[in-house]
């Protein structure tokens, strides 16, 4: 140990705790207590200071990730899907949706995926006779209030039947479902 302090003419640290190394009275860490020379560049660390700002700020930045990508989780996934089969030709139309439900802070939705599945008529003499289909209407729902709903309709073909102001047609299901699956509704009503 020497009576003079030691300097340093870079930012020298430690190696095992990262401690600023200048000005110090000995060669000795005080916060680890681990020797150093100061004539010998392996016994301390002139980079340590920043590789170890640089950890932490990696471990600040994926806690931060890791902050957000929870906040923006979804609360669960919403399903809908609808059915319009044809009591005259047995035509079938169904479509799904899956809906994830955005955190409540978030003002916009997720956006869902739809899947249409069309199974045609029994025969091909019973699509002759059957000119307008006359649809009956199965809906199940999850409810962006909690909850699961179903009812059922009846319409023909061509035939004026609206939901939240769309048209029911075998084209407009998806939007149908959309409909069904907005956070306002809390319920299925014509």
């Known amino acids: 140990m020497s ?23 000995t060669d000795t860490c005080p916060e680890c207590g681990r020797d150093f020379d100061p004539l010998d560049a392996a016994t301390f660390d002139i980079a340590g200071r920043s590789r170890k700002r640089r950890r ?5 930045l994926l806690i931060g990730l ?6 923006l989780l979804p609360r669960g996934i919403m399903r809908a899907n609808i059915n ?19 955190p409540r802070w978030i003002p916009v939705r997720y956006p869902g995926i739809n899947r249409t599945r069309t199974t045609p008529a029994r025969t091909a003499s019973s699509v002759a006779e059957c000119d307008k289909h006359s649809f009956k209407v199965a809906v ?22 609206t939901y939240n102001g769309v048209r029911v047609t075998p084209e407009t299901l998806p939007q149908v479902l959309r409909a069904l699956l907005a956070p306002g509704n809390n319920g299925i009503g014509p």
């Open 3 to 25: 009576s003079q302090t030691l300097t340093f003419q870079n930012d020298a640290c430690c190696l095992t705790c990262g401690y600023l190394l200048r000005d110090l009275p």
């Open 56 to 60: 932490v700020k990696q471990v600040f």
């Open 66 to 71: 890791g902050l957000l990508l929870y906040a």
């Open 84 to 102: 319009l089969t044809c009591s005259v030709c047995g035509k079938m139309i169904a479509v799904k949706r899956w809906e994830a439900k955005a």
């Open 140 to 161: 199940r729902s999850d409810l962006p209030i909690g909850g699961r709903v179903a009812a059922s309709a009846s319409f023909v073909e061509g035939q004026n039947f």
